[in-house]
């Protein structure tokens, strides 16, 4: 591990002031990459370029130069973008970026082909403006063929490992491609030059299960949200007592089952509870190639007492998001699996009560009993007794807002997290000119 202001753990004990922080102000002034599934921002919700955004931002505050590498696009600092498509194939590379942003989720298997493009997008702009780092995600290994198409280091940010994630109901045919794209991500994770991992439960994980030896260079830093983000702050006067709040996709992952099946328990502790999820359907796998959306589970799982209760908005955008949590009592994450999602670091902020599903890491963004409530994965009825007991005691569920407020802006403000960040890439460069020379 590297012994650095770029490295160290969370702290997953509790939200304190520590010693007096050294700001790192750019003596090191650099060229980073950063890859995003799409760019601007402005297209799609994702937790990549919220990350990626938030970054960018940040590091160019700390008079760094930053690009952005998004389907077939160069972003520069100056917000001007450069076609990274070969002359004559723009339009097919364009159509081929679509495609790859949206796999970059899906268990596809390792898409070499894909991959190899996006080697090439990266070794393109190096051309038009070298980079003395990138950093990319892990998804299907593609950072191992970037890394042999440059001479600068590619970090490895470890974004959600798909060997980690809990089995599904998969086919034949998805099975294989789980399988090659989980052994892409091996070979990617033990050779990168350095790996970096938002909480020490994926780092371990990761390192154990893909053979990366985890006394190599390694990090364990946050990811960051922005400092006032939206200057929303939660009152337990404006929210509407009995009201829940689940944002994410309706699928295994975010376990949206688990979230239905503890409201109607809730329900026959609490009959005047309502529930609002918002998210896109996509289904929860049922069998083998096949998935049941939202309103089928609701009819075969729910009765229609329950139903009744549940107001299902779909895909909103965050400004439709930000007076959903503000009115709601409670905000629930009930995923099966996460890595550091900012649904969960966006309530934080905002003082929100909150109860999660105590997913690896979970415990090291969640203080359990202060800064929210953990409870087991996949397990509806522990999840309706900890939003009862928030129910019960309001007072309560606003001071664990309140210090879920504070150890988000000591733990994983942008400040705090964008310098770690920061520290650690220049500890890179700095071995990587030592090894040059």
Known sequence: MIDSPGSGSVDSHETREGPEREVVTGDLGVHIGLCSPHWPPSRGANGIVSYVAALRDHFIARGQEVSVISQERLYLSDGSAVSLSPRGTAKVMALAGDRLARLRGDASGGLPEVGRNVARQIAAAHRIRAFDLVEMEESFGWSELAASA?????????????????????????????????????RAIRSAAMVTAPTQAIMTAACQSYGRDPARASAVIANPIPRGHDGACWSVDAAEPGHILMVGRFDFWKGGD?????????????????????????????????????????????????????????????????????????????????????????AMACGCPLVSTDWPGADEIVIDGRSGLLTPVAEPERLALALDRLLEHPQQAAAMGAAAS????????????????????????????????
């Not at 998969?170 to 294989?176: Q, R, V």
Request: hydrophobic residues 40%; aromatic residues 6%; glycine residues 4%.
């Open 258 to 346: 688990t979230m239905l099946l503890a409201f109607e328990r809730l329900l026959d502790l609490r009959p005047d509870v309502q529930l609002t999820m918002v998210g896109p359907d996509e289904g929860l796998e049922t069998a083998p190639g096949e998935r049941q959306g939202f309103e089928a589970f609701a009819a075969s799982r729910l009765s229609p007492r329950t139903r009744a209760r549940i107001s299902f908005r779909g895909l909103l955008k965050p400004a439709e998001i930000l007076p959903l949590r503000m009115k709601a009592m409670a905000t629930v994450v009930s995923s099966r699996w996460e890595n550091f999602p900012y649904i969960l670091l966006e």
């Open 406 to 437: 504070q150890r988000c802006a000591a733990e994983f403000s942008l400040d705090v997290v964008g310098d770690k960040l920061l520290a650690c890439y220049e500890t890179v460069i700095r071995r990587t000119q030592r090894i040059a020379a």
């Open 150 to 186: 440059i001479p600068a280091p590619v970090v490895t940010r470890l974004h959600g490992p798909q060997v980690l994630k809990p089995a599904r109901h998969l086919t034949d045919a998805e099975l294989c491609r789980e399988r090659e794209r989980c052994q892409a991500e091996a």
